[in-house]
């Protein structure tokens, strides 16, 4: 068999080779001419899957190792029944590290404290769902809304988006992009949606670009209604706004969800789709080696720190995203090449941390977290 990959896509070189003839391309490049014989294609956000690039073609089944797919062309690949496959929830706790991350660069530097606010999480997936838990570690009053959701569960705890953008300090997005139901999301943040929100709330958007108008968020950044504005994703990637990027509090290159461990949970996901759809013997396949970050041990001396001060301290060792935001801003035209070479990003269950005058709430907190705690005289963690 034939499959044509994404270059890109992280520790997938030598998986597939004892079984098949894998053509790997850049994604953007991938082509019709390249399918002409092709049974199977790997790909990320970045390949289109149209009728323009699968008709005539022989391809069986597609893989995205990308949490949203709204890159293929589903209706088309249903008709033609090409079998295609996401890689839902993934890198959802990546994104919850890069959330962590913005949400404590907000706090220290607009000088206030994370508990006194209330964050309002539009889209309560594999995601959404995180973010809330991070919140409530931190004693944040949490909206949640997801309509999806409330209509299916009858639940109580989602409330309507006028009364969350009403009430919520802090707005953080969690939606897939949706042109044409009932849940439509495309635009779903316009000039109308950000009048509805605080004046001098914070805005997050780290889901897909195209859920927020581009002008009408620059227009109300420039009125000084909200405090600031997050942006991880864009609208005509990669050719990216410069106006809002510059007037944005943060601005990164789409690497909300980067971290390696999510990048093997994405491609460890569309091989076992792709290995039970031609019955290869790769049946729980998972990368062999992901590398350990650089420095797995975060050792800290507690005293007279907050609970904040602390959880802060550890998330920052694990991931800086003034350092994502830094690259963006000297050199917005390397959007793509920023993204390709991402470096090394590990999670938090990663790391080993250990404190010192330290209490069972604080070590309960970052174990919730997912860091493996130990104790400060283990000899194996000097």
């Not at 070189?13 to 790997?42: C, H, N, S, W």
């Not at 962590?100 to 530097?109: F, G, N, R």
């Not at 950000?194 to 914070?202: H, R």
């Not at 705690?373 to 000899?379: A, H």
Request: charged letters at 25%; one cysteine or more; hydrophobic letters at 35%.
């Amino acid at each position: 068999m034939k499959i044509v990959a994404d270059d890109k896509i992280p520790f997938l070189k030598g998986t597939l080779e004892p079984f098949a003839e894998v053509i790997y391309l850049p994604g953007k490049q991938i082509a019709r001419k390249d399918l002409k014989d092709a049974d199977a294609l790997i790909i990320r956000t970045r390949t289109k899957c149209t009728s323009e690039l699968l008709e005539d073609t022989p391809v069986q089944f597609i893989g995205t190792a990308t949490i949203g797919f709204d890159h293929i062309d589903t209706q088309f690949c249903e008709k033609h029944k090409i079998q295609w496959t996401n890689a839902p929830g993934c890198n959802s706790s990546s994104v919850q590290q890069y959330i962590a991350s913005v949400l404590l660069k907000i706090s220290s530097e607009f000088g206030f404290s994370l508990k006194d606010k209330t964050i309002g999480i539009v889209g309560v997936g594999n995601v959404g769902s995180k973010v809330e838990k991070f919140a409530r570690i931190l004693g944040m009053k949490v909206l949640l809304c997801d309509p999806p959701r409330a209509r299916k569960e009858e639940n109580s705890k989602f409330t309507k988006l006028k009364i969350l953008l009403r009430e919520s300090d802090i707005v953080t997005i969690h939606v897939p992009l949706d042109f044409v139901t009932e849940d439509k999301t495309y635009h779903l943040f316009g000039q109308k949606s950000f009048k509805m929100m605080k004046k001098g709330a914070f805005y997050i958007n780290s889901s897909r670009g195209e859920v927020v108008d581009t002008a009408s968020v620059k227009t109300v950044l420039r009125s000084g209604w909200l405090s600031g504005a997050v942006f991880d994703v864009w609208e005509n990637e990669p050719d990216i706004d410069l106006d809002l990027m510059t007037n944005a509090f943060i601005s990164t290159p789409h690497i909300a969800g980067y971290s390696t461990d999510g990048k093997a949970n994405g491609t460890a996901m569309v091989v076992n789709a792709l290995s039970e759809k031609f019955n290869l013997p790769l049946k729980n396949w998972y990368p062999p080696e992901v590398p350990p970050p650089v420095q797995p041990v975060i050792e800290m001396d507690v005293k007279g720190k907050t609970i904040e001060e602390i959880i802060s301290e550890a998330i920052i060792h694990t991931y800086n995203i003034s350092e994502d935001e830094g690259k963006l801003r000297s050199s917005p035209a390397g959007f793509e090449k920023q993204r390709d070479d991402y470096p090394l990003r590990r999670e938090f269950p990663a790391y080993s941390i250990s404190l010192s005058n330290s209490n069972k709430k604080i070590l309960k907190l970052l174990e919730e977290l997912g860091f493996k705690v130990v104790p400060p005289s283990d000899p194996g963690h000097k």
